[in-house]
């Protein structure tokens, strides 16, 4: 990843990782592996660190708009869904 955006991925474990702060967070064809249950405090958590969240998925899936986060922008690629949320927690 750094060789090609000189910018290296945060490898913490989450326990650190939701104690900070950032301005995007990108979860890239993983999002939609998650199973529904855990889906809603997942968002929860990235609402506490991230004001804005991009996924980038193979499919439509998984819908983020509702309690957390609304939608912004919405990309299509080929078959694959870029989709920018706005956390809905900032005031």
């Not at 990782?17 to 997942?42: G, R, T, W």
């Not at 980038?56 to 694959?80: D, L, S, V, Y």
């Amino acid at each position: 990843m750094k060789k090609n955006t000189n910018n290296s991925c945060i490898p913490r474990p989450s326990k650190i990782l939701f104690k900070m702060e950032l301005d995007f967070v990108i979860c890239s064809y993983a999002m939609h592996l998650c199973k529904k249950s855990i889906l809603p405090i997942l968002l929860y958590r990235i609402g506490e660190i991230s004001n804005n969240r991009v996924i980038i998925t193979p499919h439509k899936k998984p819908n983020c708009n509702g309690g957390f986060f609304r939608e912004i922008k919405r990309m299509k690629k080929e078959r694959t869904s870029i989709v920018w949320y706005r956390s809905k927690m900032v005031s």
